[in-house]
């Protein structure tokens, strides 16, 4: 079967686990920052998708 | 906060499923510590009556302390592939071929000695991250590298580092550095000779332990004596440092004896592995300026006060305010891991790596895109341990803060009772084997081990030399330092077998050093 051209459809295991990488950087002090504004709603929401990142990250071989 | 045996098992679960999935399943250190986070935060919130502001704390406590360690990580992996790819690695492991032909006694020198020296003036993870890749490239495993190394330099991290465990622990006890250092000297010399020992005997099985023996006892004596000296003499700070460098010169000397410059009959025919500068001849100093550069900076940086004074004026701080479980865990308010942007041994790595690379440029060791394979190989290695490094700590966090580490602890100081002497060094190890740092473990045991050893009338400083004594050998087992020295060794992923030996030998070492403590205890009593 021919494949697309221009359009990447899959990204590499390596750029996925950069994306990881700076997700699980940047949501803590999201998190931080959230909570020390009184956004308990918004510091959760970045807790579940910490915890969402982190089951990429359980089901990656 | 009460105790109870289900409790107990509970606050385990993240630390057996890590071990289980990494021992068992040979995970490696990112998933099984992506596992053990999600166990940890359900447990946590389940059964130890943790919050949202307490989950949000310890995420960013932990973060912090992952860029402390990430920092070194990633600039002592640049340094390493700078060294590598000018080919100096290759050098340097043939110039130490040349000096002993006895595979054991390298082993020793680069695993035992120049770890342990390493440690004595760098930080977090530079031994086993500059020094499994020079075993390697002598021709030893890389699993055997790795461990060597993990095992070789346990003994001198309490005052390695200028002595941050061991001023950790003056700070967290109150108790003056002169009354604490003999017996955690005592106990760290005696952890000094064991380490070695195990060494040789994960290499060939004790096969060459006879004909090794003189060695170990002549440099051991030579770094025990030293460091127990100067600790003794209120000069811990460099007591690992002035250890491993007379370890160093005695090992020169030792393999100097013709006794030890022949190769025995089993060692395996090993050759250095060659790389693309195979054919360059570097001189031997050429090869190893871009660690004796690196000990020059740290010298300056951490011994002439006004240089470190100035180096570590820009600090990174967080203040953290004073959380409460419903299950009555306080956490006090206080600052989290501070990092020095410019002082912190990354950086020192850094200056080190920024300095070798136009030393090697000059001498034409370097063509002039080197830059571009040194990133890419640095990223492509640094990667997946900074994810196994960032979701155990993360855990290990959860599990301090909401007091499930505490519960531990406390569960294991009840169970024991008179023989808690016994356990006392164990209590170190978990808490290294969490954060995979013996100045962490001491800040988070030593009040409660100095609590129990008031309760039960024990020495004070034989307990707490027990306990950090217990952290050097900890950091051996624990799965963010082994996911350091598999970065850089070519293991990425493979760290479960890596573990799998430290953690016998760990746990025998801890053993040993809990039965002298506890034959320690009957003779000595409390007297502060």
């Known amino acids: 079967m021919k494949k697309k051209q221009g359009v990447p459809t899959r990204i590499s295991k390596r750029q996925l686990e950069m994306v990881i990488f700076i997700a699980l950087l940047v ?35 | 906060m009460e105790l109870s045996p289900l409790l107990f098992i509970t606050a385990l679960i993240p630390i057996l499923l890590v071990l289980v999935l990494m021992i068992g399943f040979h995970w490696g ?26 989950l949000v704390y310890s995420q960013v406590k932990g973060l912090l302390l992952t860029l402390y360690v990430l920092y070194i990580v990633w600039m002592g992996l640049i340094l390493y592939m700078i060294a590598q790819e000018s080919g100096a690695i290759a050098q340097i492991g043939r110039a130490l071929t040349r ?42 495993s890389p699993v055997l590298s790795v461990s060597a190394v993990a095992i070789g330099h346990a003994w001198s991290v309490n005052f390695g580092s200028i002595a941050a465990s061991f001023n950790a622990m003056i700070g967290v006890s109150g108790i003056d550095g002169p009354t ?44 025990v004596a030293t460091q127990y000296f100067l600790a003794i003499q209120g000069m811990w700070n460099i007591a690992a440092f002035g250890a491993g460098s007379l370890g160093l010169i005695a090992s020169v000397i030792i393999s100097r004896l013709p006794f030890y410059r022949s190769r025995i009959d089993h060692d395996k025919q090993t050759t250095v592995k060659p790389t693309k500068s195979e054919k360059q001849d570097i001189p031997f100093l050429l090869a190893f300026s871009p660690y004796i550069i690196l000990i020059i900076i740290v010298i300056i940086a951490e011994l002439i006060p006004p240089v470190h004074e100035i180096l570590n004026k820009v600090k990174i701080n967080i203040v953290f305010p004073e959380t409460q479980t419903s299950m009555g865990w306080l956490n006090k308010a206080g600052k989290g891991q501070s990092i020095s ?55 290990a966090m959860i599990m301090e803060q909401s007091g499930m580490t505490n519960t531990i602890a406390t569960g294991l100081g009840s169970v024991t009772g008179r023989f808690f002497p016994f356990f006392s060094p164990f209590i170190g190890v978990l808490g290294s084997f969490m954060t995979g740092s013996n100045t962490n473990s001491n800040v988070v045991f030593v009040p409660l081990q100095k609590q129990i050893a008031e309760l039960l009338n024990l020495s004070i400083p034989l307990i707490l030399a027990a306990q950090t004594t217990g952290g050097s050998i900890g950091g051996m087992l624990a799965p963010a330092r082994i996911i350091v020295g598999c970065s850089t060794a070519g293991l990425t ?36």
């Open chain 2, 29 to 54: 250190g990112a998933r099984a510590g992506a596992a053990g986070w999600t166990s940890a935060i359900l447990i946590s919130t389940l059964f130890f009556g943790t919050d949202l502001e307490i």
């Open chain 2, 341 to 395: 942007v410019f002082g912190h041994s990354g950086a020192l790595a850094l200056y080190a790596s920024g300095i070798t690379y136009l030393l090697f440029r000059k001498k034409g060791l370097l063509n002039p895109k080197a830059y571009r394979t040194i990133l890419s190989k640095t990223v492509s290695t640094g990667l997946k341990s900074s994810l196994g490094i960032i979701t155990m700590v993360g855990m």
């Open chain 2, 493 to 528: 992923g493979q760290e479960g077998r890596v573990l799998s030996t430290t953690i016998k030998v760990g746990l025998i070492i801890a053993t040993i050093i809990g039965v002298l403590t506890y034959i320690f205890s009957l003779v000595v009593k409390n007297n502060l």
């Open chain 2, 99 to 140: 000096m002993t032909e006895n595979k054991t006694l390298q082993l020793l020198i680069l695993g035992w000695v120049f770890s342990s020296f390493l440690q004595g003036i760098a930080g977090y993870g530079v031994p086993i991250a500059i020094v499994s890749p020079l075993l390697i490239a002598l021709g030893f």
């Open chain 2, 180 to 223: 604490l250092a003999p017996w955690s000297a005592i106990l760290l010399g005696i952890t000094c000779f064991i380490t070695a020992i195990s060494v040789v005997f994960i290499y060939d099985k004790g096969k060459s332990f006879i004909r090794v023996l003189p060695a170990i006892l002549f440099v051991g004596s030579v770094m």
């Open chain 1, 27 to 61: 949501l803590p002090f999201a998190m931080y920052l959230a909570l020390n504004r009184s956004y308990d709603f918004l510091a959760l929401f970045f807790l579940l998708t910490m915890l969402l990142v982190m089951q990429m990250l359980l089901v990656m071989k």
